[in-house]
């Protein structure tokens, strides 16, 4: 196993601890965060710098709970490492719960992380989100 890939599995163990600080110290200071998705799901955003990316895991915090990431494959190259898994929610909104694929992308320069892209199922996080007395 690559050394980045053991990097970013000590971040997702992060994750599940809930250690976001173990996280921000592997980032580059010009780090970009992207999660490309419509506003109304409140993580997404493309954040630059390790204070912005703070706030894409207060928007988890605040909105999921019981959150679950499944990591599944690993791929790496010289800088950088793909990922493939799974990851489930409740929306505390509305307390429905979301199932979506992930797929992650992170690229290293120096041994930090300088970008990290994710893509996610957002019609999931969407129609989770919405009222069960929208109309039906």
Request: aromatic fraction near 10%.
């Amino acid at each position: 196993m690559s050394d980045l890939i053991q990097t970013i599995k000590d971040l997702y163990a992060a994750f599940g601890r809930g250690d976001v600080a173990a996280i921000l110290s592997q980032l580059a200071p010009d780090v970009s965060w992207e999660v490309e998705a419509p506003a109304e799901v409140a993580f997404a955003g493309i954040r630059k710098g390790p204070e912005a990316v703070k706030g894409f895991f207060q928007a988890i915090a605040s909105d999921h709970a019981d959150p679950k990431l499944e990591i599944t494959d690993y791929f790496s190259s010289a800088d950088a490492v793909g990922t493939f898994g799974r990851y489930q929610c409740t929306l505390k909104k509305t307390g429905k719960r979301v199932d979506s694929p992930v797929a992650h992308l992170f690229k290293f320069r120096g041994g930090k992380i300088v970008r990290f892209v994710d893509h996610i199922n957002t019609a999931a996080f969407l129609e989770a989100g919405q009222s069960s007395a929208a109309g039906r």
